[in-house]
């Protein structure tokens, strides 16, 4: 369950100050599958960021799961992130020269799970998204949609509550972007996580069962209808 | 298939591991790991990285090495000199205003000894010693080597006994008999692998028998070799061989150490009461404490250790400045890295301890490198200098702690940067 109640990001560059977020207000139930939309600028990947206790508001509250976000320390914010929070990025993210499986250990690295444990855990989340066979291959040998296989793989692998995905078809063409898109589906429908999706892209958007759209900081549209996973 | 292991048991569940384990499993071993693929990476780089620790350590184990060598060799012709040795030289006297120089004139004599002997309470032996250099003859070979004139306190006194044989005596001495006892160097050079108690010589031409062979002494502190040495009778030597009544040199020993200064003390009071010098006036004589040159050549080992060390550690210092340099264009470079770790939950001190277990290693490799460095050079120096080299195991431990250290030290400013960024800044570095 996210609640954020006037949340305002300001960045200051230099004498100007630009409000990347402007007061925005609004609750993401369990299990809900969210498409945030915008131009670019439009403050979604901002909001993103926030969400996903990467970044800290300027002002304003952020309840997850009922506990305000913002007076948490950072090593907490980290376990958050850890445990209950998986990222996909645009550009994948992964560790160059670092194997497959290895990028997927990458979480469990940082909750004292043991060496055998990871292995088998990175080797089934690895399956569960389609690339056995190549846990041994390094990012460079892999196809942009394997890569960001690869990235949903770590970004699972501790069981998160909550998936935020930043453009994860951006780099891709239409259709590795549609089997990436029947993955975060699959993970919303069949295992109940929550999906927060930014994209600018309005077929991808489809997918998610509401669509919140962004302008110069602010929510300016929140739609319920349509959508949804075919 | 004998030899096959079974295993069994692959199903059972692991006991939980103690907390030390868990930390060295979990945390360092996979750091480490990250550490020396980040390293591997940049073979080049980390190699010149290393370098200074490389040249640091190789420096501290070397000097150790020889200094630790020195002080062996020291120790061993401290041993072979006999202990509380004191040398009575003749010289250093005035003779019309001009100071002549120690062992040039004939201020020593039998009596000396005799009196020395019978006078001062804190002297254990004495031993007259006449010295020269003559060519010795044995069937169709011959040697040139030094002939040494005592009589039969040379053997306490020194402490050098005969491993065959027997040693010069009262007799020999008052018969200024021919005959003599050889220093292991003579015989192997006049005898080969023979007996030589018994045979003849021809010393200067003169036939003196055989009668005894030290024991191998080794090396003098001066670095002559003592076995090279033929020990007659001093009174022989002065009437057969050198024909002078003179004294080259008076060899004492104190009864103990504590007793050594009283020793030297007495002698000088003996011995310018014999002389008649008038109180004010030089002696006719040096005394030489062997155990004060010989702590005098310690002290200048260790200068020489200090001055060495003290390159040793400016170069670790170097060393240590190269690698903190390179962890921080490391730290810049990995930014994203440290960005994508951070978001999937490294929390700072996860951060820090990656960047500085990757400078402690590319410090301990660079140790063991030196380690492996030093170790070569000193045998390298002990084979072809006159330095004997010896490295210790104290010098191995300390210089790979040094290592570890510069690496903890300078390895701990880039990590504190790395931990201290902001997952989204460093997760935005292009």
Redesign the interface.
């Known amino acids: 369950m996210i609640e954020v109640r006037d949340l305002v990001k300001v960045y200051s560059l230099g004498d100007t100050e630009l409000r990347a977020l402007d007061g925005v207000s609004l609750t993401v139930g369990d299990g809900e599958f969210v498409a945030v939309m915008g131009a670019s600028g439009s403050g979604k990947s901002t909001f993103m960021?926030m969400l996903?206790c990467?970044?800290r508001p300027t002002s304003g509250e952020y309840l997850l799961d009922g506990v305000a976000v913002g007076g948490l320390s950072?090593?907490r914010l980290?376990?958050l992130?850890?445990?209950t929070i998986g990222?996909v990025?645009q550009g994948f993210?992964?560790?160059a020269?670092?194997s497959a499986i290895e990028n997927v250990e990458?979480?469990m690295?940082?909750?004292?799970?043991?060496?055998?444990q990871r292995r088998e855990k990175a080797m089934a989340t690895l399956a569960e998204v389609g690339l056995e066979g190549r846990e041994h291959h390094f990012p460079n040998q892999l196809s942009g949609g394997q890569q960001q296989r690869v990235a949903i793989a770590?970004a699972l692998v501790?069981s998160p509550s909550l998936i935020f995905a930043d453009e994860p078809t951006g780099n891709l063409d239409t259709k590795t972007g549609g089997e990436i898109m029947r993955i975060f589906c699959r993970l919303n429908e069949d295992k109940g996580i929550t999906v927060v999706l930014v994209t600018h892209e309005l077929d991808i958007a489809g997918y998610a069962r509401r669509r919140i759209h962004f302008r110069d900081g602010r929510v300016v549209e929140d739609d319920r209808s349509g959508g949804g996973c075919r | 298939m004998s030899g096959a292991i079974i295993f069994s048991g692959g199903g059972r569940a692991p006991l939980r591991p103690r907390n030390t384990e868990i930390v060295i499993t979990m945390y360092i071993l996979p750091t480490v790991r990250i550490a020396l693929r980040a390293l591997r990476v940049n073979k080049m780089r980390s190699g010149l990285t290393m370098l200074g620790i490389i040249i640091g350590v190789a420096a501290v184990i070397t000097m150790l090495a020889v200094g630790e060598g020195a002080r062996a060799s020291l120790a061993k012709s401290v041993q072979s000199l006999g202990s509380n040795l004191v040398l009575i030289l003749p010289g250093s006297s005035t003779s019309g205003g001009a100071r002549l120089g120690s062992g040039n004139v004939d201020t020593l004599v039998i009596d000396d000894v005799v009196a020395m002997r019978e006078d001062c309470s804190a002297v254990g032996g004495v031993a007259p010693i006449v010295r020269g250099s003559a060519q010795v003859v044995y069937a169709d070979r011959n040697w040139n080597t030094s002939v040494l004139g005592t009589d039969e306190y040379f053997e306490v006194v020194r402490d050098w006994s005969v491993v065959e044989g027997r040693f010069l005596t009262r007799q020999d001495v008052d018969g200024r008999t021919k005959n003599c006892v050889l220093g292991t160097a003579v015989v192997k050079e006049l005898f080969g692998s023979d007996d030589p108690v018994g045979r003849v010589i021809r010393i200067k031409n003169v036939p003196f028998t055989v009668v005894g062979v030290l024991a191998e002494k080794g090396q003098s502190p001066t670095g002559q070799d003592q076995d090279d040495t033929i020990v007659v009778a001093y009174t022989t030597a002065q009437t057969r061989l050198f024909g002078s009544t003179r004294l080259n040199a008076v060899m004492a020993t104190a009864r103990s150490s504590e007793l050594l200064d009283k020793a030297v003390d007495q002698i000088t009071e003996l011995l310018r009461q014999r002389h008649k010098i008038p109180p004010g006036e030089d002696d006719d004589f040096s005394i030489r404490n062997l155990t004060e040159m010989l702590a005098m050549a310690e002290m200048q080992t260790k200068i020489m250790a200090i001055l060495l060390g003290s390159v040793a550690s400016v170069s670790l210092l170097v060393g240590g400045i190269g690698i903190m340099n390179i962890m921080l264009v490391s730290v810049t470079e990995r930014t994203r890295e440290i960005g994508i770790r951070m978001a999937v939950g490294a929390k700072g001190r996860d951060i820090l301890l990656q960047f500085l277990i990757e400078a402690v290693v590319l410090s301990l490799i660079g140790g063991l490198i030196g380690i492996a460095l030093g170790m070569g050079l000193s045998a390298l120096i002990g084979r072809f200098s006159d330095f004997e080299t010896q490295v210790s195991v104290l010098s191995v431990v300390l210089s790979f702690g040094f290592a570890a250290a510069v690496g903890i030290f300078f390895g701990y400013y880039p990590a504190r940067k790395a931990a201290a960024m902001d997952p989204i800044v460093a997760l935005r570095y292009e």
Do not use: Q, V
């Open positions: 960021n996903g990467l970044d950072k090593d980290a376990e992130r850890n445990r990222f990025f993210n992964l560790l020269r670092t990458l979480p690295l940082y909750n004292g799970m043991s060496a055998g770590r501790n």
